[in-house]
């Protein structure tokens, strides 16, 4: 059973960074995979924020993120990270980290599909002006 925790959720102004992780269980790295971050702010849909898989070096990143913040994964320690910097209060949201099996790149699926196979409980992120 496939299990993802986000954390590194917190209250920052605007202009600052958090680093936020997904620690990944129950899952075999060495499948072909990407591990995406979503989220969701109050009153909208959720929107895909960034997308890494192992297939090849291809990232997706939101428009109005790119540049500001950077997916990294570890396989050694089945962790998926998102450094965000130079946060906006419009990235305040609840940020979901998630897992897909595929062997599409992180940024083909990501720009097609949002359809995930296991996704983590919600880390709150809160950017204050």
């Known amino acids: 059973d496939v299990q993802l925790q986000a954390s590194g959720g917190g209250l920052v102004e605007a202009g600052g960074s958090l680093r936020l992780s997904c620690v990944v269980s129950g899952f075999f790295f060495f499948d072909d995979y990407v591990i995406g971050w979503f989220r969701q702010a109050p009153g909208k849909e959720r929107e895909v924020v960034s997308c890494i898989g192992n297939v090849n070096e291809d990232i997706y990143y939101l428009d109005s993120v790119k540049d500001r913040f950077t997916i990294t994964s570890d396989i050694a320690r089945n962790t998926a990270y998102l450094k965000m910097h130079v946060l906006k209060p419009e990235d305040t949201a609840v940020y979901y980290c998630?897992?897909?099996?595929?062997?599409?790149?992180?940024?083909?699926?990501?720009?097609?599909?949002?359809?995930?196979?296991?996704w983590g409980k919600g880390t709150q992120v809160t950017v204050s002006s």
């Open positions: 998630a897992v897909k099996r595929t062997r599409y790149s992180g940024y083909d699926y990501c720009t097609h599909f949002s359809d995930m196979d296991s």
